[in-house]
């Protein structure tokens, strides 16, 4: 083993242990400082447990380096015993990876909360470990070919998918929350990820010290994106309503009154005017969540559903916005009023003991609705 790979193997592996240790002790803050809070929220699927995941695979990164110097200190590099650990490890930290952004709002849509399509994703991770592992081993004598490993192929294209999962998640994620910077900075240092993976597949551009070096800054990076986002989750938890202090409402067609203090919003009335379709949908999640029982207090959004797409919840959120004249900072979020609970299924966060419609009004909808 050279200097070089010793220097990367070190740093690599206290640098993410540091790493880990950080996200897991601003995960147990979360759960001990809004323990409260996010036992309201009785979706089983929350955003403190991505957090978690993420921490899993910077561990994962820990026991990957020590496992390459140990088999270099030790003489295994080159047995089946170290091409088991690697395709181990690659699985885990893939796998960790997924279940993170399985939690992440702005993941792409086939992903967030989709069990079905996680499980089959990772069905896929384990097929390319597998097949990886036996392409090693089959090519053991001749695994260069054309300046090309071909046995890191199937790994490559795997680690593509990965990081395009990556880059639109955390891209999204930071420009929704107005970080605009740390957003191409992810990008950045996601595709530098990948970048220094292409040496491992093509040979003919392997320079041992260049990509070291972007491997640390890659990594380096990365976790501080990861510091940052852990940042902005408890932030976003601080500022997040509670369902219990909400209160809303339905006065007459088209007026809604709500309250909801920790957005310094007390007791205003919103005139939705001629947007009738936000009103009506809006009335319709109320009318569910206080006179349904509790496993069918909710609506489902999509092209099959009684709403048509999640558009129509954006746009009711963005009409409060833009009438109630709210700052950026008091800004209502989408996840601050409906709480999604899986398969398409959203269900309005304030309490039923919260929600008051006039009842000449129900009585007009409960007609309309029937003809």
């Known amino acids: 083993m050279s200097d070089i790979t010793k220097f990367h193997s070190l740093a690599h592996i206290f640098i993410a242990f540091i790493g880990g240790v950080l996200l897991l002790a601003i995960w147990y803050n979360i759960k001990k400082r809004f323990k409260k809070q996010l036992e309201e929220d009785d979706s089983q699927k929350r955003i403190d447990k991505g957090l978690l995941y993420l921490s899993f695979a910077l561990f994962v990164w820990v026991f990957s380096g020590m496992w390459m110097y140990l088999s270099n200190g030790l003489g295994f590099a080159n047995t ?14 893939n796998l960790f ?7 992440f709002d702005f993941a792409p849509s086939f992903l967030y909360k989709n069990e079905k399509n996680t499980k089959i994703i990772t069905i896929l991770i384990i097929g390319v470990s597998v097949v990886t592992f036996v392409l090693i081993q089959i090519l053991k004598e001749n695994p260069i070919a054309y300046g090309m490993r071909w046995s890191g192929v199937p790994d490559l294209l795997l680690s593509s998918f990965i990081t395009y999962l990556l880059i639109v998640s955390f891209y999204k994620t930071f420009m929704n929350r107005g970080l605009k ?9 996601i595709s530098l990820m990948l970048i220094s993976q292409v040496p491992d597949v093509f040979i003919v551009i392997d320079e041992e010290l260049y990509r070291n070096l972007i491997k640390i ?6 976790i501080a994106i990861f510091l940052v986002l852990a940042t902005s989750w408890v932030i976003q938890l601080a500022l997040t309503p509670k369902p219990s202090e909400m209160k809303i409402k339905f006065l007459d067609w088209s007026l809604v009154n709500i309250t909801i203090p920790s957005k310094e919003i007390y007791d205003k009335t919103i005139d939705f005017g001629a947007k009738t379709t936000q009103y009506k949908n809006l009335l319709k999640f109320a009318i569910r969540r206080k006179y349904e029982t509790g496993d ?12 048509k797409s999640q558009t129509y919840l954006s746009r009711i959120i963005e009409n409060i916005n833009s009438i109630l004249e709210l700052t950026s900072e008091t800004q209502l979020d989408r996840k601050d009023i409906f709480t999604f609970l899986g398969h398409g299924k959203y269900r309005l966060r304030i309490i039923p003991e919260n929600i008051s419609i006039d009842k000449t009004l129900l009585k007009e909808f409960e007609k309309t609705s029937q003809t």
Do not use: R
């Not at 069918?296 to 709403?307: L, P, R």
């Open 181 to 189: 910077v740390v957003a191409v900075i992810a990008v950045v240092a």
């Open 296 to 307: 069918k207090q909710y609506i489902v959004v999509s092209s099959a559903g009684e709403i």
């Open 97 to 103: 990876l997924l279940l993170a952004l399985f939690y």
């Open 80 to 93: 089946i015993l170290y091409d088991i650990g690697y395709s181990l490890f690659s699985v885990l930290n």
């Open 217 to 222: 800054i890659a990594k380096t990076s990365l």
